[in-house]
């Protein structure tokens, strides 16, 4: 799938191949905010936010707020590229893992792009895993998922997490826990306690952690329970 990055969150939302095949991109649209906004807010533009909150596992000591956006947790769940170009490099792609940098990488810039360079699309790879995929939020608390199941067993997991860290966030932890196994509550639980082993909280945030991973539990059994 790809998309200009002028068009509008809500006209993307209502597409009948984003409803039918890839309800994880859907499910982070719709919950961006308000339908107004969303009906004059483009996606391209909702890709570039400025990071608030406290991170927990990609943080740094430089910075330590949290990435906000809801639409970026499922494109680097589904390995999403970028189509840019600009006065300086001309045309490139870029994997959407590396658009945004994590601090100490590079001072203050927050993404990979070069001074007047513009995006141009978004491409989201198809795949066995898009229809069966979700994302999850509650209050600060997010995670996109998406499955590619035989029967109960993970062929393949995708695992992303919002409002953790300073750029999105990809769990390789959580998806390797889950990987040609039977996903029941137990592994979900697994997974989410992998996805956290490494995050550090300040103290007035500590609650969140416990919060994150049960909101990554459910989102798997609510993946896995989706026909699809």
Not at 117 to 144: Q, V
């Amino acid at each position: 799938m790809r998309f200009g990055t002028l068009v509008r969150m809500g006209e993307a939302e209502d597409h009948p191949v984003v409803r039918a095949l890839y309800p994880v991109i859907r499910d982070t649209l719709m919950l961006t905010s308000s339908k107004q906004i969303r009906n004059m807010a483009t996606v391209g533009g909702n890709l570039l936010q400025r990071n608030r909150g406290c991170a927990i596992p990609g943080t740094g000591r430089s910075c330590i707020a949290a990435y906000s956006g809801d639409f970026a947790q499922a494109l680097i769940a589904l390995d999403a590229t970028v189509d840019t170009i600009g006065a300086s490099c001309g045309p490139r792609r870029i994997e959407f893992a590396q658009l945004h940098r994590l601090p100490g990488e590079s001072g203050r810039l927050e993404s990979s792009l070069q001074p007047g360079e513009l995006i141009t699309f978004i491409n989201i790879p198809a795949g066995p895993w898009t229809r069966r995929s979700r994302y999850i939020k509650i209050a600060l608390a997010s995670a996109a998922v998406a499955l590619h199941m035989e029967g109960n067993e993970v062929r393949q997991a995708r695992v992303a997490l919002g409002g953790v860290a300073t750029a999105p966030w990809r769990s390789h932890e959580a998806e390797a826990i889950l990987n040609g196994h039977t996903l029941d509550v137990s592994r979900a639980a697994r997974a989410a306690e992998a996805a956290f082993a490494k995050a550090r909280s300040p103290e007035h945030n500590a609650l969140q952690i416990p919060l994150r991973k049960r909101t990554l539990i459910r989102a798997l059994l609510e993946t896995r329970a989706m026909q699809v």
